[in-house]
């Protein structure tokens, strides 16, 4: 036998083949490969369970492309805070009207500022303070969140950051401490 001859049996099955004159034997390769890729599927099925138990207890290796868009978000949501939204501004239009028609022809001065201006601006601070609370909140869900790239940690944290100085700007313009409401001359 030459060198060919006996890679070739060695690589693969020899069977009977009913093609051949005399009832030679001819070299299958695929039986051979589906011998041995069931002895190597036996021994992988524990690798692959012994890998795929330690990526599980590793934790997830993802992108981390939702917890990047998680704090962009938190980003976006605490600059809307700190300019306000069209949301507000309707609820503050809503409060204006309703002020309005509460105190048409029987109000006080001090009602009237009360009621038309007091009530909006108060209304505006809130919306900003839910909207600056929120983007508070995806921002430390992300912080939270194990092993995420030194950027998206950035991001979150100018996020929360930013968020914070909204929520004390909406609860100091809720509360007046900034500024108070005019009041009525005499």
Known sequence: MDTK?????????????????????????ADLTAERGADRDAEGDDESARDEAAVVAAGPEGTGVGAAAAAVVSAALSVVALT????????AERETLVGQ????GTGTPAQQ?????????????????????????VA??????????????????????????????SAGTYFDLFLSLPTAGS
């Open 84 to 91: 306000g939204t069209w949301t507000g501004r309707v609820v």
């Open 5 to 29: 001859t006996t890679e070739k049996t060695e690589e693969a099955a020899v069977r009977p083949d009913s093609e051949s004159t005399g009832g030679a034997a001819v070299t299958d390769g």
């Open 140 to 169: 430390v869900l992300v912080l939270a969140l194990p092993r995420r790239p030194l950027r998206v940690r950035a991001i979150a944290v100018a996020g929360a950051v930013l968020g914070g100085l909204g929520l004390l700007l």
């Open 113 to 137: 500022i009360s009621e038309i201006y007091g009530d909006a601006w108060h209304s505006t601070a809130l919306v900003n303070g839910v909207f600056a609370l929120l983007a508070v909140l």
């Open 101 to 104: 028609i509460k105190t048409s």
